[in-house]
């Protein structure tokens, strides 16, 4: 009897901490930044350089004019950087409504809020706690790069969306034939939004059917494979070859492994609590030999690999977002595990740094 009683003191004690910070992450963050959403959305004119040629690019697609041109060379002299998922998106739904940047914005802060939640979904089918999934979706939704990205018309948290969707879709419905297949064409599509997210994700559900459901791994790689490359060449014949000039040889800046190095170390400094905790879960994970949790390591490690593509000349903190979930995914699980009863010292220890965190 009392040490059934210890044990609900103890999950309490829990209780009242984790509220603590997911009270402290709503109203210094999450509120702040609806709010802000709504401002943004309602401001009629560009925030970010490259708002104006997606908004251009949306007007062109919806009168039947082609975006991508066989060269850049003649009129209209544009680039259109990234593949056409976000675009085709756009401007069907200004077919409905008017067609204008404070669309995009909506489109964009629509696909945030999907993005925080599904990482939520994730935790919480890995680790069937709901206070554990609330705050990983809540540091994903108050850390500044996504903060700052979600409130621009552009292309990377669709696609970051639709690549968590993906995620989520193979880890929730593990057991079903149609969970590898349509987890791939979700992958596709985020690909297709934009052509960075094809490394992190496809690494993390590769890893995930490798290590969890080995049998569904060719649907997974055959389905993601066949469509990636049926989507190519349709886009290469349908453009005669403006696709593959536009989004691969227009899209050939020069790299610095400087600015990667600058970058990288302003997030480390930015986040060193995070960090500190995810390199603690890591070598938990490895240690126990935690293998339904191996995915996560394939995720920050493909994360890892195409952040490290904002050495291109040009490039801003959008290309950290994937590595940002990884880490945010990564915690949102170390959050879970510190704060069970055996670990309840380290769990308190935890939800106060990361209480710290969100001030």
């Excluded at 925030?47 to 040629?53: A, I, T, V």
């Excluded at 697609?61 to 975006?67: A, D, F, P, Q, R």
């Excluded at 960075?196 to 997974?220: E, M």
């Amino acid at each position: 009897m009392i040490k059934e009683l210890n044990i609900r003191e103890i999950n309490l004690q829990r209780i009242n901490f984790a509220w603590i910070l997911v009270i402290s992450l709503i109203i210094f963050g999450a509120i702040p930044i609806l709010i802000n959403w709504g401002k943004a959305i309602n401001y009629p004119f560009v925030f970010d350089y490259g708002e104006g040629p997606l908004f251009n690019q949306a007007i062109l697609l919806s009168s039947g004019k082609e975006i991508y041109q066989e060269t850049w060379e003649d009129y209209p002299f544009t680039m259109t950087n990234y593949p056409p998922l976000f675009v085709i998106i756009y401007s069907l739904i200004g077919k409905f409504f008017e067609l204008s940047i404070p669309l995009g914005r909506f489109i964009t802060a629509f696909a945030a809020f999907s993005s925080a939640i599904l990482l939520g979904l994730i935790i919480k089918t890995l680790t069937h706690d709901n206070f554990s999934s609330i705050l990983g979706t809540l540091l994903l939704f108050v850390s500044p790069i996504f903060v700052l990205w979600s409130k621009f018309v552009r292309v990377d948290i669709l696609a970051l969306s639709l690549s968590l969707a993906g995620i989520f879709i193979a880890i929730r419905w593990r057991s079903k034939n149609w969970s590898p297949i349509l987890s791939a064409l979700f992958l596709i599509c985020a690909i297709y939004t934009k052509q960075t997210f094809l490394l992190a994700a496809p690494l993390a559900l590769f890893g995930w059917h490798y290590f969890q459901v080995r049998n569904n791994i060719f649907r997974f790689i055959s389905t993601l494979v066949i469509g990636s490359l049926f989507l190519l060449i349709l886009l290469f014949v349908v453009t005669n070859g403006g696709f593959i000039n536009h989004t691969f040889f227009g899209n050939q800046n020069q790299f610095s492994l400087v600015q990667s190095i600058a970058y990288l170390l302003d997030l480390f400094m930015t986040l060193p609590i995070i960090l500190g905790i995810v390199i603690l879960e890591i070598i938990f994970i490895l240690k126990q030999k935690k293998r339904e949790l191996y995915f996560t390591i394939f995720y920050l490690i493909g994360s890892f690999g195409s952040a490290l593509a904002i050495g291109k000349i040009g490039a801003g903190v959008n290309y950290l977002l994937e590595f940002l979930t990884a880490i945010c995914l990564l915690t949102g699980v170390a959050l879970y595990r510190w704060s069970l009863p055996s670990n309840q010292k380290f769990g308190k220890t935890l939800i106060f740094l990361l209480w710290s965190y969100a001030r």
